[in-house]
């Protein structure tokens, strides 16, 4: 039990950090890997109507967002 409480403070102070630095920046400068803008670009051809500002659980059961 004492090593996965550690291993559970360790993640949770990682997940924190993490959470810290994309919360920091301006999500227009964010990249977290090589390829976000080609697996974007791929989003888009996919949902080009999807607004992702604010999503809506609603909205997205719709038949027509099915």
Avoid: G
């Amino acid at each position: 039990p004492r090593v996965e409480l550690a291993w559970a403070m360790k993640a949770h102070q990682h997940a924190q950090v993490y959470f810290n630095l994309i919360s920091s920046v301006d999500p227009k400068f964010l990249h977290l890997t090589k390829v976000d803008d080609q697996i974007y670009e791929e989003f888009r051809k996919t949902f080009r109507d999807l607004k992702i500002d604010v999503l809506d659980p609603e909205e997205l059961k719709s038949e027509p967002a099915k």
